[in-house]
């Protein structure tokens, strides 16, 4: 062979390196589109939501547009983000922060106290706020605010304000452009964001996408990221589908409802509690994609999730069921939308059955038990497990000092779940499944740190 | 009843009666024709059902079969079979097999009887399903109990079984007994298919389904399914959904068995009476136009006909109740003919001419009879004083030739006589003529009571009279009496001939008894006495004049007593036997009725009776 022949060979050998280098550099430019099951009516943080999936939804979309004064970082650890650093007062019942400097709403406004304060105050109306020299803020209580710096982690205290034309507008990396209420969002990248402009141009996001078509646009390439149930995960693998989950956010409970014949049955709530078999609910239905919960918090989170006993007891149920002679029929309500507490509901009646128990599904209430889907919000127990606790209702028995120690969380958690009206079920992560032009996904997977972190990700060309 | 009434009820039994027989015949004939088209209707739907629940049968025994054949049921069974098996791997596989081969019901079941998967029930994976196992020989589909989440259901199965390294997989499938099953029935007119699931204890109306869905009133099957269930066997029972009877509708219940015999479902085909009833109705309706028809006609008939029958008769009767009224000359007039009824005119004419004519003959004998008796009693009455003057006479004669010293003597003696004898012979005739002249009453108010007392003192002398037995004259006079309108004069006439009667039926002496009633409105006079009684024969000729059965008697009391009494329009009656004595009653209205004083000169001169007479000693054969 002759020399420029040898030459061109290489030159041809070194070409799809060269390219390939290129195409694993991160480049600016590109919508990524997102399709999820839930959905979302308003981004204001002051709409009451009642869905935690919508919860959640709300709190990755706020985290697009906005900022906390405060964050939890990649440890667990509140970090600076809007406030630079904040002080104490005396007895916890005050808090100056100070704010960072020349950070601009996405509408050109400047972040000010006054600001902070107004966004706040209508989360808080019982705090005090006292904005001065512009930078700093002071917020107060009557009562102390141990809880303080958690509670303005969470993605619900991101700082908005209402532009000229009414539209919300943050800090955040991206802007709202278009928002149809509980069906599309599109943002795009804002170019002055204080921590800089993102990779992507725009984010366009479905909501409530059924779960087929959502694989099935990933499949053709007409969306970039989808939501997956657990009962897809399998699927999108074989279908070499990259996938992603987080940690346990949520939280699968049976909780009866005080004052129904069935639910004030305490032999009835025993024996329903050790008659479900969560293994099953995790291997099967969940498609092992979560995990057994036999407590209100999540294991990863506490440490002490396997003191709690996952394992059911369908003999001892059946024993409490004979003893009972004739328990009333329980009616178990679930969100008949959400597939995922439908299929669990279905696997608790045949469960409750098997023990001799008449528990009928049913799509609404009057229900004498219900099957609740929990968030977990925030990424430290305490404040998580008052947030669950407020959540169902049993704030008023929850005993915890400022600081907890992990047996004090253990003894609150085990007095939470006595007499069993509540049974914790299964913890479920957040899954995605990801396009192949999805790049630097770096979701950190924990609920209430930094949620998709989009302003990392960008999207690989197009091949031709 | 007349006979144009009779002839009338005749016919229109008649006519009722020969539409209600042609009405019953249709009717029963419609009845028996409807019965037989609904059983033939039935045993078809039912031969149907058997060939479409056998038909549904094998497809379920095909479909089972094509998914126990597919390669991916042989993967999940070589896969499972493996340790350590991931089952969950395939929880939903039977969902997606059961819709590509259109079965409502498909278990994937592991050699141990645990669910792999389940389309009825997902949530049941785990769990064991003997029964697959076991029915897993049965060569065709049979029915049986699927458990659901909400509710069992029943279906048509069939179990085939996956072999795989010596263990058997089995894949149970089925088609569920619903409405769907129940729509797809054919069903003739009038009919419908109900399904019972018999998937609790005891009837549960909403286990009732009907193609259209829940069927109204379910509790009405109750009982005929209690029935069956106890069988179970084929029943057939008629219900009314309604008090109309066109609501009626006749059951056929056909029990419908699982594998292990037991009862699952009952198909209730059901077969309306509506169209019989309505068409009994339309027959019912026809008839009784025909038969109002029928009676209206046989009104007009039986007018014509009893005009042309009874018309006749009537006639007839009339002239029967004329002679029974003592118009003998009466003649029914009808047209001439040969009818029955033309004769019986005929014959009836000809017995009231010779009724007439022997009436006439009879009063002739009677009248002749009558002068022989009253010429025998004017001989027998006028001889005793005409002995006497001839004796007298005699004795003139023989004084004047004899002892002609002594003739002044017998002359003053014989004229004496004679004159005595001669004024006895006026007694007699003025008693005839009396008779012959008597008066019509003159009524005014009268005391009866009164007028009793006055005429027994006129009597009480001769009741006590010496060489005489005494006779006991006693009163019973009702006071609250009131007066009565009659002649004064006429009643004592009559009532004293009575107590004159009574005087000579007791010559031995005895009591006489006089009692006034009042009765209603009318005043009654018994007079009784304790004589020798009548016999029958005397009682009958009693009251007719110139008969007495004494030897003094002219006849005429009684005769006088009778017709006073009838001229003041009462009635006088007698009772008396032979040694018992006799009693006498009289009734008298308040008020006599208009004109009664012409009836006994009438009557009187009628009879042609002469007239004269005293009655009083001439009556009373007692």
């Known amino acids: 062979m002759k020399p420029t022949g040898l030459l061109f060979l290489a030159l041809l050998s070194l070409a799809p390196a060269a390219h390939l280098r290129a195409a694993e550099r991160p480049r600016y430019g590109g919508s990524v589109r997102i399709e999820l099951g839930s959905s979302l009516a308003s981004l204001d943080p002051a709409a009451p939501l009642a869905d935690p999936r919508a919860v959640a939804l709300r709190d990755h979309l706020l985290l697009l547009v906005a900022d906390r004064l405060v964050r939890y970082g990649p440890d667990g650890r509140v970090e600076p983000a809007l406030a630079l650093s904040w002080t104490a007062g005396p007895g916890g019942r005050t808090c100056v922060f100070t704010l960072r400097p020349d950070v601009r709403f996405q509408d050109g406004a400047p972040l000010t106290a006054v600001a902070v304060a107004d966004a706040l105050r209508v989360l808080h109306p019982g705090w005090r706020f006292r904005a001065a020299a512009g930078e700093s803020l002071e917020i107060g209580s009557d009562e102390p605010l141990p809880e303080l710096l958690s509670e303005l982690a969470a ?43 993102p990779y992507l141009d725009g984010i366009e996001i479905l909501m409530g996408r059924a779960p087929r078509e959502r694989l099935l646009d990933l499949a053709l390439g007409q969306a970039d990221v989808v939501a997956l149930l657990p009962e897809q995960v399998r699927q999108a693998i074989q279908q070499s589908m990259r996938v992603w989950s987080s940690k346990a956010s949520e939280l699968f409970a049976l909780e009866f409802v005080h004052g129904r014949p069935a639910a004030e049955d305490a032999r009835l709530r025993e024996a329903l509690a050790l008659a479900v078999d969560r293994t099953a609910l995790r291997d099967v239905l969940l498609e092992k994609q979560g995990a057994s919960a036999a407590s209100l918090l999540p294991d990863w989170l506490t440490g002490y999730g396997f003191v709690f006993p996952v394992a059911g007891d369908q003999a001892r149920a059946r024993q409490l069921t004979a003893e009972d002679n004739h328990p009333p029929p329980l009616r178990l309500a679930f969100d008949s939308s959400d597939p995922v507490a439908a299929a669990i509901a279905g696997r608790i009646a045949v469960d409750g059955r098997a023990a001799g128990l008449v528990v009928t599904p049913a799509g609404a209430d009057p229900a004498d038990a219900r099957l609740v889907r929990l968030g977990i919000e925030l990424p430290e127990p305490r404040p998580a497990l008052l947030a669950l606790a407020r959540t169902l209702g049993i704030a008023d028995r929850l005993r915890l000092p400022a600081r907890a120690s992990p047996e004090e969380l253990l003894a609150a958690e085990r007095t939470l779940l006595a007499d069993d009206w509540v049974v914790p079920l299964v913890d479920l992560p957040e899954l995605y499944a990801l396009g192949p032009r999805v790049k630097d ?20 060309e197009e091949s031709k | 009843v007349s006979l144009r009434l009779k002839l009338l009820l005749v016919s ?25 088209a609904s059983e033939q209707h039935t045993a078809a739907l039912v031969e149907q059902f058997q060939r479409d629940f056998s038909g549904r049968g094998d497809e379920v025994v095909r479909r089972v079969a094509a998914i126990a054949d597919q390669e991916s049921i042989l993967r999940m069974a070589i896969d499972v079979s493996r340790a350590p098996a991931d089952r969950a791997l395939y929880v939903n596989e039977a969902r997606a097999l059961a819709a590509a081969h259109q079965l409502d019901f498909l ?29 897993a020989n049965q060569s065709g589909a049979f029915l049986a109990r699927w458990e659901l989440p909400e509710s069992p259901a029943i279906a048509l199965t069939s179990v085939a079984a996956v072999r795989v390294g010596g263990r058997s997989f089995y894949v149970a499938g089925g088609l569920a007994l619903d409405r769907r099953f129940l729509a797809s029935l054919v069903l003739p007119a009038g009919m419908r298919a109900l399904l019972y699931l018999r998937l609790a204890p005891g009837f549960v109306p909403t286990d009732l389904l009907s193609a259209s869905g829940f069927v109204d009133q379910p509790e009405k099957l109750a009982p005929l399914i209690a029935r069956v269930e106890q069988g179970p066997r084929e029943l057939r029972a008629e219900l009314a959904w309604s008090s109309d009877p066109a609501s009626r509708e006749t059951f056929y219940a056909l029990p419908l068995t699982g594998a292990d015999h037991d009862l699952l479902a009952i198909l209730l085909v059901g077969s309306s009476d509506r169209d019989r009833v309505l068409l009994e109705r339309y027959i019912r309706l026809v008839s009784t136009l025909v038969a109002a028809g029928g009676i209206l006609l046989g009104i007009l008939l039986s007018w014509w006909a009893a005009s042309w029958v009874s018309r006749p008769v009537e006639k007839l009767v009339a002239g029967a109740r004329a002679v029974a009224a003592g118009k003998w000359e009466t003649r029914v007039e009808l047209d001439s003919g040969r009818g029955e009824l033309s004769q019986l005119a005929r014959a009836f004419n000809q017995m009231t001419a010779q009724l007439v004519e022997q009436r006439d003959r009879l009063v002739q004998a009677e009248r002749v009879a009558a002068w022989r008796e009253l010429a025998r009693r004017l001989a027998h009455e006028l001889k005793n004083p005409l002995f006497p ?60 009571n ?50 004159l009667n009574a005087m000579d039926a007791m010559p031995a002496g005895g009591d006489l008894r006089v009692a006034t009633r009042r009765k ?3 005043a009654e006079l018994v007079v009784s ?21 004494k030897q003094h008697g002219t006849g005429l009391g009684l005769a006088i007593v009778q017709s006073v009494v009838s001229d003041h329009g009462g009635k006088i009656s007698v009772e008396s036997e032979p040694g018992r004595g006799t009693t006498f009653r009289i009734e008298l209205p308040a008020r006599p009725p208009a004109g009664p004083s012409s009836a006994s000169p009438g009557r009187a001169s009628e009879q042609g009776t002469p007239a004269g007479g005293e009655a009083g000693r001439s009556a009373g054969p007692s």
């Open chain 1, 155 to 197: 993605p619900v205290n991101s700082i908005l304000r209402r532009a000229s034309d009414g539209s919300l507008v943050g800090t955040g990396p991206f802007r709202l452009a278009e928002w149809q209420p509980g069906r599309l969002a599109r943002f795009l990248a804002d170019d002055d964001a204080w921590v800089g402009r």
């Open chain 1, 441 to 460: 996904w770096m979701a950190s997977g924990v609920p209430g740190v930094d949620g998709w972190r989009l302003e990392d990700v960008w999207l690989a």
């Open chain 2, 12 to 36: 229109t039994l008649l006519v009722l009666a020969s539409v209600a027989a042609v009405a019953w015949v249709v009717t029963e004939l419609a009845r028996r024709a409807f019965e037989r």
């Open chain 2, 107 to 135: 278990d994937l079941v592991a050699p141990d009887g645990a669910i792999i998967s389940s389309a009825g029930w997902p949530a049941r994976f785990g769990y064991k399903e003997d029964w697959i196992v076991g029915d």
């Open chain 2, 389 to 448: 003057l001839q004796i007298t006479v005699e004795n003139l004669e023989r004084a004047r030739d004899s002892s002609p010293e002594q003739f002044d003597e017998v002359f003053r003696e014989s004229t004496r006589t004679l004159l005595a004898e001669l004024e006895n012979l006026k007694t007699i005739l003025s008693r005839f003529g009396d008779f012959a002249r008597m008066p019509a009453p003159v009524v005014e108010p009268v005391d009866v």
């Open chain 2, 450 to 499: 009164e007028l009793v007392r006055d005429a027994l003192k006129l009597f009480e002398a001769q009741f006590r009279a010496p060489g005489r037995p005494a006779i006991d004259a006693r009163l019973d006079l009702d006071e609250t009496l009131a007066p009565i309108q009659a002649d004064p004069g006429l009643l004592r006439r009559a009532l004293e001939n009575l107590i």
């Open chain 2, 520 to 522: 209603d409105s009318s």
């Open chain 2, 529 to 549: 006495d304790t004589g020798q009684g009548l016999t029958p024969e005397e009682r009958d000729r009693l009251f007719t004049p110139y008969y007495t059965s």
